[in-house]
C-alpha cells in the first residue's frame, strides 16, 4: 500500500483535482497488474487547496486586529472558492453533502473570528482551529471527487487519526496512539477496497483539541501516516520535476537527480530545497520507506527517489547547492595564540546575539565563520572587540557540493576543488561525515564556480528541468 500526498497546487481547483484522479486511477491499475502487489490503497493525502492556509492565517490576524469586517470578506471568497471547486464532484448527490460541510465550516469559522476580533486576540489553539479548515475542507472534497470518479473513497477526519502533543502550531505526533488510530479510521475502509482520504498538517491531543503540525506540514502527515500504516511508498506529488543537480537560475542544464540518500536530503536542506524538508519525512525513513518526489503536472518524469541508503554504483556526487548574500567574518585573537576558551567566548557572542553561524574554519590564530543575517554584526563586532579583532567580508557566497561518494574516494574533494579552477577560494571545508565538500567564494565569481563543477561532475545530457530545487536562497 502507498501513501500518495499532493500538495497545496496539486489540489489548487478543479483541474488539479482531476489530474489527481487520473493518478489514483493510475496507482490502482498499477497496483492490481503487481504480481504479489496488494491491491489495498493508496492513502491519500491532501494539502489545502493552494493559498488558503495563509488566507486563513491572515483572517486569524485581521480577527486579532478587531477588524471583522476584513476577516468576514476573507472568509466570503474562500466560501466561495471551495464552493466552485466542489464542482469536480460530478455527482450531485455526493457533492450536496459536501457543501452542506462546507457551508456548516465558514458559519462556524464567522462566529469563530466574531468573537476573536471582541478579544482582539486569537491563541495558539484558535490560530490552529482556523489554519486546520483549509485542509479538512480539501480532503472532504477530494474524497466525494474520488467516489464520483467511481474511484470509491473514505472521509478520514485526521484530527480523530492523527494524534499529537498539546504543542500548537507545531504539534509533535504520538506514534503509538496514531497508529492505534490509524487502525480504527484508515484500516476498515483499507480492508474494504475504499480509498482512505485525509488532510495533511491536521491533528488532535488525546483529548480532541485541534492541532496543527507547523507550516508545509503535509509531508510530515504522509510520512507519519506511511511509518504508521507500514506502507511501501510515499509519494510526494508536487508541481517540480524533483531535486536539480543544481540552481537553474546559475546553472544552465541542471538535471533531476534520481535517487539520493536521507543523508544527503538533509545536507542540502539548508540551501533551501524547497520541494520538501528532509526533516519532514524522517518517520519514513526511519522505518526504511522509499519517498519519492513526483510533479502531479508531468506524471512521465521520473523524480527524485530518496531512501536511507542509496547504490554506491550511481555517480558518486548529488547535488552542488548554493547561497548567495552571505557575509564572512574573520575573527583574530587579539592574545597570543588561541587562548584557552578563545572558540567557547566567541560563539558565545554570537548566540548573545541571536546569529546562526554557517561554515567555520578555523587556524591557530584566527577563525572565519560565515552568516546570512548581518543585521546584528556591528553588536557582534563589538562584542568581540574585547579579546579578538574581526573584520566583514559581504557579498560572498557558499558552495556546498554533496554526495555520498565523498565517503569513499579520497580523491573525490581534491578533485572538486580543482574543478572551481582560478576562482578565488575564501573557506574551504569539509566535515567528518565527508558527505559534502563546502567552499565560500566571491558572490561575483558563483557562476563562473558553478558552471565549472557542475560541467565537470553532474552535466551529462540537456535537461527538461524547469523549476529550481536545491541551491534557492532560502526566503528567495
Ligand atoms: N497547508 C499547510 C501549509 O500551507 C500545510 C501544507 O500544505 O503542507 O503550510
Ligand atoms: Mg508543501
Given at each position: 500500500m502507498k501513501v500518495m500526498k499532493f500538495g497545496g497546487t496539486s489540489v489548487a481547483d478543479q483541474p488539479a483535482i482531476e489530474r489527481l484522479i487520473a493518478l489514483v486511477r493510475a496507482e490502482r491499475q498499477a497496483e492490481a497488474q503487481?504480481?504479489?502487489?496488494?491491491?489495498?490503497g493508496p492513502v491519500v493525502v491532501v494539502s489545502a487547496l493552494s493559498g488558503v492556509t495563509d488566507r486563513l492565517l491572515g483572517v486569524a490576524a485581521l480577527a486579532g486586529s478587531g477588524d471583522v469586517e476584513g476577516a468576514r470578506t476573507s472568509l466570503q471568497d474562500l466560501r466561495a472558492r471551495h464552493i466552485k471547486v466542489s464542482e469536480v464532484i460530478k455527482d450531485q448527490s455526493l457533492r450536496q453533502p459536501v457543501v452542506d460541510s462546507l457551508n456548516r465550516e465558514f458559519d462556524e469559522l464567522e462566529r469563530v473570528v466574531t468573537a476573536l476580533a471582541v478579544l482582539q486576540e486569537v491563541s495558539p489553539r484558535w490560530l490552529d482551529a482556523l489554519a486546520a479548515t483549509g485542509e479538512i475542507l480539501s480532503s472532504q472534497i477530494v474524497a466525494a471527487a474520488l467516489t464520483s470518479h467511481k474511484l470509491l473513497a473514505s472521509y478520514v477526519d485526521s484530527r480523530k487519526a492523527v494524534v499529537t502533543d498539546g504543542e500548537h502550531t507545531a504539534a509533535a505526533p504520538m506514534f503509538e496512539e496514531t497508529t492505534a488510530a490509524l487502525m480504527t479510521h484508515a484500516d476498515p475502509p483499507l480492508a474494504a477496497g475504499r480509498i482512505p482520504v485525509m488532510g495533511g498538517f491536521v491533528g488532535a491531543t488525546t483529548s480532541g483539541v485541534t492541532t496543527t503540525l507547523g507550516r508545509g506540514g503535509s509531508d510530515f502527515s504522509a510520512a507519519i501516516v506511511g511509518a504508521c500504516l507500514g506502507a511501501s511508498e510515499i509519494q510526494i506529488w508536487t508541481d517540480v520535476d524533483g531535486m536539480l543537480t543544481a540552481d537553474p537560475r546559475i546553472v544552465k542544464n541542471p538535471q533531476v537527480v534520481p535517487h539520493l540518500s536521507f543523508a544527503e536530503a538533509s545536507e542540502l536542506?539548508?540551501?533551501?530545497?524547497?520541494?520538501?524538508?528532509?526533516a519532514t519525512i524522517q518517520p519514513a525513513v526511519a522505518r526504511n520507506i522509499p519517498v519519492r518526489i513526483l510533479n502531479s503536472h508531468r506524471a512521465t518524469a521520473r523524480g527524485t527517489l530518496i531512501t536511507g541508503e542509496r547504490p554506491?554504483?550511481?555517480?558518486?556526487l548529488t547535488a552542488v547547492a548554493s547561497k548567495k548574500g552571505v557575509t564572512v567574518v574573520d575573527i583574530t585573537s587579539t592574545r597570543m595564540l588561541m587562548a584557552h576558551g578563545f572558540l567557547r567566548r566567541l560563539f558565545e557572542v554570537f548566540e548573545r546575539f541571536k546569529t546562526p553561524v554557517d561554515v567555520v574554519t578555523t587556524s591557530e590564530v584566527s577563525v572565519s565563520v560565515t552568516i546570512d543575517?548581518?543585521?546584528?554584526l556591528l553588536s557582534i563586532i563589538e562584542g568581540l572587540s574585547g579579546f579578538a579583532h574581526a573584520e566583514r567580508e559581504d557579498q560572498m557566497a557558499i558552495v556546498c557540493v554533496v554526495g555520498d561518494g565523498l565517503h569513499d574516494d579520497p580523491q573525490l574533494a581534491a578533485n572538486v576543488l580543482r574543478s572551481v579552477g582560478d576562482v578565488p577560494l575564501r573557506m574551504v571545508s569539509q566535515a567528518a561525515s565527508r558527505r559534502n565538500i563546502t567552499f565560500v567564494i566571491r558572490e561575483a565569481d558563483l557562476p563562473a564556480a558553478l558552471g565549472r563543477v557542475h560541467e565537470k561532475f553532474f552535466a551529462t545530457q540537456p535537461s527538461l528541468a524547469s523549476r529550481a530545487t536545491v541551491g534557492k536562497p532560502v526566503g528567495a
Open positions: 503487481t504480481e504479489g502487489g496488494d491491491a489495498r536542506a539548508y540551501f533551501g530545497a524547497k520541494v520538501l524538508h528532509p554506491k554504483a550511481d555517480r558518486p543575517d548581518a543585521r546584528r
